[in-house]
């Protein structure tokens, strides 16, 4: 069974910093890891989806990079501001169409 | 398109009582699933479909029940509630292309079985 973990399970950082958020999953035969965000009391919103064939992908001030052979996703968030507060999530499907989500980061941006 | 829409947002149930949690999606995704949410445990699936007709289990299936007889809807039954089963629920859709889709997300049903 695939474990996706994401570590730390909170940040706190102040308006500005550059941070980056992990994800790790125990088996490699992925086809693409998704990034989504969950705002308190609301559904996810996906962020970024990486294919196995890409190593980054980016959307705005957000960047995604993966490496299969290692089992780790960084989320690299640029110049943070107070709406990017929020639970970050990572998801990787795998087959028999299963989709393994992490845990989660709790993302608090301090003005 | 109004996307994922799941109804109702809130229910408290009693022991042994059963509901049906509705989800529909208007973007014509073949594939729809069922998450539950813990705190600690993250998101873990229940049920899914790949087309009408067509339905299989999750990680986490027992005490559940769906059934897909349209593109669009896809509700979660059920049948005797238990405090277990108290949690945050998820329906979720996508293209079905073999995995390279996003997945889209309704808003949630919070549910209380006491």
């Known amino acids: 069974k695939q474990e996706v973990t994401q570590i730390p399970a909170a940040l706190s950082v102040p308006e500005g910093e550059n941070l980056v958020l992990n994800c790790s999953f125990t088996d490699s035969a992925i086809y693409n890891l998704q990034w989504f965000r969950q705002d308190p009391g609301k559904g996810l919103t996906s962020l970024l989806l990486i294919q196995s064939s890409q190593r980054e992908q980016t959307s705005g001030r957000l960047n995604a990079s993966l490496d299969k052979s290692s089992g780790r996703s960084t989320l690299y968030i640029a110049a943070s501001q107070p709406g990017d507060s929020a639970t970050y999530l990572c998801a990787v499907p795998r087959g028999g169409n299963q989709f393994y989500f992490g845990t989660g980061t709790s993302l608090t941006v301090i003005p | 398109n109004a996307g994922v829409t799941q109804t109702p947002k809130f229910q408290v149930l009693k022991t042994g009582q059963s509901m049906t949690l509705q989800c529909a999606q208007d973007m014509n995704h073949e594939y729809m699933s069922w998450y539950r949410q813990d705190p600690g445990m993250g998101l873990r699936l229940i049920h899914y479909s790949v087309g009408a007709g067509i339905t299989d289990q999750g990680e986490v299936p027992n005490g559940y029940n769906v059934s897909r007889s349209t593109t669009e809807d896809f509700p979660l039954r059920l049948l005797s509630a238990a405090p277990s089963q108290t949690s945050v629920y998820f329906c979720?859709?996508?293209?079905?292309?073999?995995?390279?889709?996003?997945?889209?997300f309704g808003p949630g049903t919070r549910l209380l079985v006491l």
């Open positions: 979720a859709s996508s293209l079905w292309k073999n995995h390279q889709e996003t997945q889209y």
